[in-house]
């Protein structure tokens, strides 16, 4: 990959302190002001990395490496350095809960009218709305704060330093068991009329082989089957209690997240303390944005890490458990109905993708790629369905102009800038117009699904063509970075790409730049990967290598360790080449190739050499 990692992340963390951190305080804010998620956003370009890759660790100050501890040398030694940086996260914490306790999940400035301007003309009850990104992104950044916080605590000697600690712990969990009982209550499942507008576009999204709509709607409810009955099991929150209408022959349905809590949704019984649990108001329909946000999020509960540190208690299990029944079966859902079985073209290959609501557009087709590569990674499928949903993010590049140049008239670039608005249904129940919600995030996206992807083909030439694609979305973005001053490795500027985008910016997003670090820490850990093993390559490993362990042999045979001690040390260095070969065989064959071919030319120097003696 043309990306590296660990130098541009350096860049962005130096850029991001300089930022924020002035004169000794933390600075919120960035080009959309302050809310929930931007805050997060914000601190979760440094936390991200710093929890997700263990080169860049911070919360053990024996083990910083020296260019990670330069570049947040504003913030001060190797213990002043995670101090304040959760002093930030106690500062968000303290911020984002009302004064009765409870967990603030709006997205406030985020939010845009519904011609998309900004919300000055929102009435206030509706900019205080709870929304899924904000869900989310506190799964995020509650789980990297405990662990970052138990770790760091380890360092600690003072019993009132460890209290602070603890507190802050005691804070993060309160907010993310707040944030998984809202993930609960936002999931939902859709049913609708075979006949109904959202039943005719599910029938024409799967149906790719021109059928009546007689031989379609059974072919659905047979790929579904499986998901109709597991949904039985869907006990709490929204989104239960729905198996039974499913049942009925005509009548299909969809499955996921809506973009907030839906409306009548009931409260979650836990004995966990979450505050209070307001009524829904978002339409009990799933958004492909906000079920792929979702999906990404509820996938840290149960990772390796999660487990591994211990970050959640018993009564978060719990919630977790409920919440990874619903992972499974959107995953599922939407795989099912993007990847039909039975051949022929998927529906995720005709771009772009439909909604029910009959509404279409290439980032649609984006986030169910990438729902669908998690569900193949589940399956074990094989490099040729991968290298098809591969041909799809190449042709979305190509379709929003990120490595094709926009003509004349061509308003592809407006995917990137100003974006692609959604209309969030139910937002105007409390008066004022519907709220919309602008997706910008195309670019990022993609490459992070790109270097996903790659990571997970076997084929060396199909690795190739992603990682291909993959340097040229990051040559995309590179050119959108803030160039001015102290803000070089922040993002976003737009205009530097499209020269038809008018706007200009001088303050960061961190929508976007924190997106950008999402996407290095995926190329970080599929560059921390073995190497891809070459069934071939190996062969050619063991070959070589058992050649030049028989002509080893055969030198010793002939005396040579009775050569003299120059020949003795020779010798030695040839057999710890050949034991580490062995060693490697299965993991690098290529390597082991590579030492076992430098043995054999040393081997037959000596040969030469006796032969010449022979001459002479």
């Known amino acids: 990959m043309r990306v590296q990692p660990r130098q541009e992340l350096l860049e962005i963390w130096q850029a991001v302190v300089e930022h924020s951190y002035r004169d000794g305080e933390w600075v919120w804010g960035g080009r959309d002001g302050r809310n929930s998620i931007s805050d997060a956003e914000q601190l979760l370009c440094i936390l991200g990395p710093a929890t997700a890759i263990p080169p860049f660790a911070l919360d053990s100050p024996d083990r910083v490496a020296d260019d990670v501890l330069a570049a947040m040398k504003p913030l001060g030694g190797v213990v002043d350095v995670p101090l304040t940086l959760l002093e930030a996260v106690e500062s968000y914490l303290t911020t984002y ?22 919300p000055d003309g929102l009435k206030p009850e509706q900019l205080a709305q709870p929304v899924v990104d904000s869900f989310a992104i506190s799964l995020s950044l509650s789980l990297a704060t405990i662990g970052f916080a138990r770790q760091f605590r380890k360092s600690l000697r003072r019993r009132s330093s460890r209290s602070e600690i603890d507190r802050l712990e005691a804070m993060a969990s309160k907010r993310l068991s707040a944030a998984m009982v809202g993930l609960l209550r936002s999931f939902t499942v ?22 009546s709509t007689k031989r ?58 979450v505050g209070e649990q307001p009524a829904g108001l978002a339409e ?41 029944l619903r992972w499974d079966l959107t995953q ?49 499928a094989g490099d040729s369905d991968l290298d098809r949903v591969g041909k799809v993010l190449e042709e979305l590049a190509n379709r929003s102009r990120i490595n094709r140049r926009v003509f004349a008239g061509d308003q592809s670039y407006e995917l990137h800038a100003p974006g692609f608005p959604i209309s969030l249904g139910g937002s105007d129940e409390l008066g004022g117009p519907r709220l919309t919600w602008i997706m910008s995030d195309f670019a990022p996206l993609l490459l992070k699904r790109t270097i996903t992807l790659a990571g997970l083909l076997g084929d060396p030439q199909l690795r190739g063509r992603m990682l291909a694609l993959a340097d040229e979305i990051w040559a995309h973005l590179d050119t959108r970075r803030l160039r001015p001053d102290k803000r070089y490795g922040l993002w976003d500027q737009p205009a530097r790409a499209f020269e038809e985008f008018s706007g200009m910016y001088d303050a960061p997003s961190w929508y976007h730049t924190k997106r950008v670090v999402d996407c290095l820490i995926t190329a970080a850990q599929v560059i921390s990967a073995p190497p891809l093993r070459s069934d071939g390559l190996a062969g050619l490993g063991a070959t070589l290598l058992s050649e030049a362990e028989h002509l080893y042999d055969q030198e010793l045979l002939q005396g040579s360790p009775n050569g003299g001690y120059a020949m003795q040390m020779e010798l030695q260095a040839l057999a710890a080449k050949l034991k580490r070969a062995r060693a490697i065989l299965d993991d690098k064959p290529g390597t082991a190739a590579s030492l076992a071919n430098d043995v054999l030319l040393n081997l037959d120097r000596f040969a030469a050499a006796r032969d010449l003696d022979g001459e002479s």
């Not at 024409?204 to 021109?210: A, D, I, L, M, V």
């Not at 990847?339 to 005709?350: A, H, I, K, N, S």
Request: charged share 25%.
């Open 216 to 273: 379609v709607v059974p072919q659905i409810h047979e790929s579904l089957r499986e998901i109709r009955a597991s949904l039985r099991d869907v006990t709490m929150g929204s989104g239960a209690g729905l198996a039974d209408e499913l049942d009925h022959p005509d009548r299909l349905f969809e499955c996921g997240w809506s973009w907030g809590i839906v409306r009548d949704a009931p409260a979650i019984i836990t004995n966990q303390e």
């Open 97 to 118: 809960t009302d004064p009765n306790g409870t967990p603030i999940f709006s997205a406030a400035s985020y939010f845009r009218d519904p011609g998309g301007k900004d």
């Open 284 to 324: 009990p329909a799933p958004y492909i944005y906000f079920t792929a946000v979702a999906l990404d999020a509820i996938e840290a509960l149960f990772s390796t890490r999660t487990r591994q540190l211990g970050l959640l208690n018993e009564e978060q299990l719990r919630l977790a458990q409920g919440l990874q």
């Open 190 to 211: 859709d049913i609708f009329e075979v006949d109904s507008k959202a039943g005719r576009a599910l029938c024409r999204t799967f149906n790719q082989r021109n059928l």
């Open 332 to 380: 599922q859902y939407w795989s099912k109905i993007a990847v039909p079985t039975g051949g022929g073209r998927w529906p995720l290959e005709d771009i772009p993708w439909q909604r029910t609501t009959e509404k279409e557009s290439d980032y649609f087709s984006l986030h169910v790629s990438s729902i669908v590569v998690q569900d193949l990674v589940r399956q074990r």
